[in-house]
């Protein structure tokens, strides 16, 4: 019966992907041109994730942030991070950066719902009841995208305490982030994966409004 159902969402993810790509493209384009125009690099931030049974991959993003952001700085962001760019921010409160996602769900390495896919530090850290998270595709949204849908505003509102971002995203975001990313994994199915999709449709159109 799973392998039924994997079969069926990989071909709707490969179907849904290669749709929104080519009726995305001039947003896609017109997005690209005003990062290049913005400021120096590349339009595409491909940081390391891990994803399904531990396999390393390039995430596809818009770059919201100057090169080389990681280096200089923690891997969580706060929403007044000086590593921001000016368009930077305007994509990230409307989630515009993760649209290149489409690439990675096209390529099988994630889906468009599934636990959000981690850094290394962080995956490292997963408990052995944890490790379920990485029997799954990671994907674009999913309950805890829904529970958190600006972690930067919980970092900045704990930046006082907790200048370190990462510090913050671990006390404040990351145990609940895992107990819903392991909520789906174990109650996963195609009216749940509907259900996450629409609820996050409404949500990033009511940030529109």
Do not use: C
């Not at 490969?14 to 590349?42: D, M, R, Y």
């Not at 990681?70 to 891997?75: D, L, M, Q």
């Amino acid at each position: 019966m799973y392998i039924i159902r994997d079969f069926f969402t990989r071909l709707f993810d490969l179907v849904v992907s290669i749709v929104g790509l080519i009726i995305l493209s001039p947003i896609l384009v017109f997005i690209a041109i005003s990062i290049i125009s913005g400021s120096k690099g590349e339009v595409f931030y491909r940081g390391v994730r891990i994803g399904k049974n531990g396999i390393p991959f390039r995430i596809f993003k818009f770059r919201t942030m100057v090169m080389d952001a990681e280096s200089i700085g923690p891997a969580s962001t706060s929403g007044d991070d000086p590593r921001i760019t000016k368009i930077g921010k305007t994509m990230r409160r409307y989630k515009l950066d993760e649209l290149p996602q489409l690439i990675n769900v096209f390529f099988g390495e994630m889906s468009f719902v599934g636990p959000r896919p981690e850094v290394k530090k962080f995956v490292d850290q997963y408990t052995a009841e944890e490790q379920i998270i990485l029997t799954v595709r990671p994907g674009i949204t999913d309950w805890a995208s829904l529970h958190f849908p600006n972690e930067d505003e919980i970092l900045d509102s704990h930046k006082d305490e907790y200048p370190d971002a990462d510090e913050a995203y671990m006390i404040y975001i990351r145990p609940e982030k895992l107990r819903l990313q392991m909520k789906y994994v174990k109650n996963n199915n195609v009216f749940i994966d509907i259900i996450i999709i629409l609820k996050t449709i409404s949500t990033i159109v009511s940030k529109v409004k």
